[in-house]
């Protein structure tokens, strides 16, 4: 789509000359006489930029900026000024014209700042296309993502959708399970109906009952009332079960024959009733573990799990660190700002970064260090990461044959050395490599190992400096 350029000036040989200068640059080019007429013609197709005289009979350039920055804030104004308007131009830029020129001005002054105007447009329109893409293509229900190993979970939401399957999911802490739940509802035909989110943890064992199930009047001390239960307010629906393992067991048991049964017992009461609720339970957790330790009811895990997705670690998917990191950046920002972006350093390190609070942590962190950030650009200074829990912990051996313990808690090191050593260098490898004496070719194998960093940049940069051990690029 071609750019639109209009032209202003009450004069009609100026505006005429002004428009033939203008015909070089790749834009659509339309000429008024007056403010008004102005403001007719971007009535009826709006402009990205308006060059306008300020001096003009009716209404002048300076009404007619105003009106343009308030009706179509993307377009720039540029204003042409006479001898003895100076202070109108001061007064025009701060009312948001784009620049002014004095009169008389040449055809390269004119063409210069209207090109830049154009430039600007064209860099504005390409970053709100680049973040329309990253809203399109990669949200699901609000699951952005663009790693190929999410994949698996946005294809086991859309198989079990349509179903009313019991659904398991299991993740580490933050890393969306209860998104992923409510992306299973919102693709299912359920989706006009309620969606409800139970969770056991911190309650009493007779509260999270009657919360679940209902209860009668006087079932229990201090029950002053009837209460219909999450259950059944999610009829129709779905019911998600959050921490599923944080449930007493005696519960647990109820769960499992409300599911079997499709009917709810309320608390004091002898009749059951019908129940259509799909359940969804979510544990951060290894199932296995859970099982061992007698904290899951074998049979109920059995019931719930016949369907099992299992929601990656961040750690695991790189790819989604800058897409999530720019998604919440744009988040904080309000819709008529531009968001402020990370610098690169900021960004590996980021991505160097073992992330054991998942997407909350990276939320977090964006969050926190936007706030720090003084200027447009974020940078690892900005940026507080927690130290990760390196401690060998006894149970973290338990189902891990000792190679495979030790390759990880090697890597675990690598990376909070790694990590550690580009956030002092602010993410300069050279710089990193001659903190840790080591040579740039070994540190480059360990982010190449550990996919700290893009490849092609890292190669880029030993490329530039003439790395000292070329055979070691491979
Ligand atoms: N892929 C994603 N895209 C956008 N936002 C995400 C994504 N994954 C997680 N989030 C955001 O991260 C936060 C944590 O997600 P969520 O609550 O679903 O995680 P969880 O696994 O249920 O965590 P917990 O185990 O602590 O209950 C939420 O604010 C969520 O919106
Ligand atoms: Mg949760």
């Not at 893409?133 to 190929?148: A, C, K, N, Q, V």
């Not at 048991?253 to 009733?273: A, D, M, N, W």
């Not at 990590?419 to 490898?429: F, K, P, S």
Request: charge should be negative; glycine fraction near 6%.
């Amino acid at each position: 789509m071609s750019a639109r350029i209009l032209v202003v000036d009450d004069k009609r040989d100026l505006a005429r000359g002004v428009a033939l200068v203008l015909s070089k640059l790749q834009a659509e080019i339309a000429v008024a006489h007056s403010a008004e007429e102005a403001l007719e013609l971007l009535e009826r197709e709006p402009a990205d930029v308006v060059l306008s005289d300020i001096r003009m009979p009716g209404r002048d350039g300076l009404s007619l900026l105003d009106c343009v920055r308030e009706r179509w804030p993307q377009a720039h104004v540029i204003l042409f000024t006479g001898y003895g308007t100076i202070d109108s131009a001061v007064d025009a830029m701060r009312r948001g014209a784009f620049d002014y020129l004095t009169k008389p001005f040449n055809n390269d002054e004119l063409l210069v700042v209207t090109e830049r105007a154009l430039n600007e447009i064209r860099d504005q329109q390409e970053i709100a296309r680049l973040r329309a893409e990253l809203r399109g293509t990669y949200d699901f229900h609000g699951i952005y993502s663009r790693d190929r190993h999410m994949q698996p979970v946005i294809e086991a939401i859309r198989r079990v959708a349509p179903t009313s399957a019991t659904v398991l999911i299991w993740g580490e802490s933050g890393t969306g399970k209860e998104l992923v739940a409510r992306a299973i509802h919102a693709e299912s035909p359920r989706a006009n109906r309620p969606f409800v989110a139970f969770n056991a943890a911190a309650l009493p064992e007779t509260l999270a009952e009657a919360e679940l199930f209902g209860c009668k009047k006087g079932a229990y001390t201090s029950a002053d009332r009837d209460r219909k239960g999450l259950f059944l307010e999610a009829d129709g629906g779905t019911l998600l079960i959050d921490e599923v393992a944080s449930m007493p067991i005696g519960l647990q048991g109820k769960l499992l024959r409300t599911l079997q049964e499709r009917e709810v017992l309320p608390l004091g009461s002898g009749t059951p009733i019908q129940v259509d609720a799909r359940v969804i339970a979510t544990t951060n957790e290894e199932a296995r573990r859970l099982l061992r330790e007698n904290r899951l009811r074998r049979d109920l895990y059995y019931r719930l799990s016949v369907m099992r997705i299992a929601v990656p670690a961040l750690r695991q998917r790189i790819e989604d660190i800058p897409l999530l990191a720019e998604l919440f950046l744009e988040r904080l920002t309000s819709p008529e700002k531009v968001a402020k972006r990370l610098s690169p350093g900021a960004l590996r390190l980021l991505i160097s970064h073992d992330w054991p609070g998942n997407v909350r942590e990276l939320q977090n962190v964006v969050e926190r260090a936007a706030l720090m950030a003084r200027g447009e650009e974020v940078s690892p200074a900005d940026m507080t990461l927690e130290d990760d829990d390196l401690d060998w912990q006894p149970e973290d051996a338990e189902s891990v044959p000792y190679e495979e313990a030790k390759r990880s808690a090697i890597e675990r090191f690598q990376r909070r050395y790694v990590e550690h050593l580009m956030h002092e260098a602010e993410g300069n490898i050279s710089a990193a490599a001659r903190k840790a004496n080591m040579t740039r070719a070994a540190l480059h194998r360990i982010l190449k190992r550990l996919g700290l960093a893009a490849e092609g940049e890292i190669d880029a940069e030993l490329e530039e400096g003439r790395e000292e051990e070329p055979s070691s690029l491979v």
